[in-house]
C-alpha cells in the first residue's frame, strides 16, 4: 500500500518509510528502551530519587525527540500527499492528534 493509499478503517492504515527513516526510529527506540530498563534497574537497585527522576527526564527527552521525528515525517509525507490529492479531512485529523500530543 503505498503512503498516500489509506484503507477505510484506521487501523488498517499503514505508511511505507524508506530504510533510512525505519532505521533511526527503530535506532531512537532501541535507545529509549534502554533507558527504561536502566530506571528499571536503578529502582531495583534503590537508587537515590534524584538520579532516578534525572533519568525519568532524559528517557521522556528522547522519547520526545522521537515523536517530533516522526510527527515531521507524517506531516511531510503522509498529510501533504493527502492534501495535494483533495483529503481535507487529513487536516482534522491532524488537528485531533497534535491536541493529543498536547496534553
Same mark, same amino acid.
Do not use: W
Given at each position: 500500500?503505498?503512503?498516500? #493509499?489509506?484503507?477505510?478503517? %484506521?487501523?488498517?492504515?499503514? =505508511?511505507? +518509510?524508506?530504510? !533510512? ?6 535506532? +531512537?527506540?532501541? &535507545?529509549?528502551? !534502554?533507558?527504561?530498563?536502566?530506571? +528499571?534497574?536503578?529502582?531495583? &537497585?534503590?537508587?537515590?530519587?534524584? /538520579?532516578?527522576? $534525572? ?7 528522547? @522519547?520526545?525527540?522521537? #515523536?517530533?521525528? @516522526? ?5 511531510? $509525507?503522509?498529510?501533504?500527499? /493527502?492534501?495535494?490529492? !483533495?483529503?481535507? %479531512?487529513?487536516?482534522? %485529523?491532524?488537528?485531533? $492528534? @497534535?491536541? =493529543?500530543?498536547?496534553?
Amino acid at each position: 500500500m503505498s503512503e498516500s #493509499t489509506h484503507a477505510a478503517c %484506521e487501523c488498517c492504515r499503514t =505508511k511505507e +518509510r524508506t530504510p !533510512g527513516e525505519s532505521r533511526d526510529l527503530i535506532s +531512537r527506540l532501541n &535507545r529509549i528502551e !534502554g533507558q527504561i530498563r536502566g530506571i +528499571r534497574g536503578m529502582v531495583e &537497585r534503590d537508587a537515590y530519587c534524584t /538520579d532516578i527522576l $534525572t533519568q525519568v527526564a532524559a528517557a521522556s527527552a528522547a @522519547l520526545n525527540g522521537f #515523536t517530533r521525528v @516522526l510527527l515531521a515525517e507524517h506531516i511531510r $509525507t503522509c498529510v501533504a500527499s /493527502d492534501i495535494r490529492e !483533495g483529503r481535507e %479531512e487529513t487536516i482534522d %485529523e491532524l488537528v485531533a $492528534t @497534535l491536541q =493529543k500530543l498536547m496534553r
